[in-house]
């Protein structure tokens, strides 16, 4: 979902003063209720009508270390979670956990089982 406008939510805020009733506002503007009463909270205690920052953590392998990691599975493609987390972290410095390498790698459109574990069935067609 895309951030309301800063021009919205200052008409917003303007319309506010004439109408107390955030229903009838967000009527009017075609947003939710929901959305004109924080945007009130947020201009009484920060004095601010821009929107607020997203939560979480930037993310730790992005751009040159992702290709970094592209050429690691290249070179060592049975490699295991642990084993490509040592090696990113021997060859950029970059210390990640398991979870996010798994993360990571699925975010790249790659799987870890390259095969399957048993030789097919000679009863049933494959």
């Not at 953590?57 to 040159?64: H, S």
């Not at 990571?104 to 574990?117: A, N």
């Amino acid at each position: 979902m895309k951030a309301l406008s800063a021009d919205l939510r200052l008409r917003v805020l303007q319309e506010l003063t004439k109408e107390p009733s955030s229903l009838i506002v967000a009527e009017r503007f075609g947003v939710s209720a929901s959305f004109v009463r924080k945007l009130r909270v947020r201009m009484l205690r920060t004095g601010s009508y821009e929107r607020g920052y997203a939560p979480g953590r930037e993310r730790l392998v992005k751009d040159d270390t992702e290709a970094h990691l592209a050429d690691i599975l290249r070179r060592h493609p049975d490699a295991t979670l642990n084993v490509l987390r040592e090696i990113l972290e021997d060859e950029t410095g970059v210390t990640i956990s398991e979870t996010t390498m798994w993360r990571q790698l699925r975010r790249m459109g790659i799987t870890l089982k390259k095969r399957p574990s048993a030789r097919p069935s000679s009863s049933e067609p494959t």
